[in-house]
Nanobody, 119 residues
Framework: QVQLVESGGGLVQAGGSLRLSCTAS????????GDWYRQAPGKQRELVGT???????NYADSVKGRFTISFDNLKNTVYLQMDSLKPEDTAVYYC?????????????WGQGTQVTVSS
């Protein structure tokens, strides 16, 4: 059984920063990719960014230059550093990781963490 636990959300003023963490636990070999999504009220879930085990990252245009995804292999944790936050970044943020298990590659979701940016 594999679980992803997120932490780090909260309330911040516009221009501020937050760092989200997504830690995998359970029985598995490695994390293959780590994605961050977000879903604002009344909107569809959107991809914020992705990191591969090799460290390659890609970001949505709306967050490029402000958000940074990183990966700590030893801690089995994917991070989302969010700087210069804007009110439109307010959403529930979810991580999704493709994890290598003895039965093969499978995707898992975190529980979501609320980020609220006040103007």
């Amino acid at each position: 059984q594999v679980q992803l636990v997120e932490s780090g959300g909260g309330l911040v003023q516009a221009g501020g920063s937050l760092r989200l963490s997504c830690t995998a636990s359970g029985s598995f070999f490695s994390i293959n990719t780590g994605d961050w999504y977000r879903q604002a009220p009344g909107k569809q879930r959107e991809l914020v960014g992705t990191i591969t085990s090799g460290g390659t990252t890609n970001y949505a245009d709306s967050v490029k230059g402000r958000f940074t995804i990183s990966f700590d292999n030893l801690k089995n944790t994917v991070y989302l550093q969010m700087d210069s936050l804007k009110p439109e970044d307010t959403a529930v943020y979810y991580c999704n990781c493709q994890i290598n298990r003895v039965t093969g590659l499978r995707g898992y979701w975190g529980q979501g963490t609320q980020v609220t940016v006040s103007s």
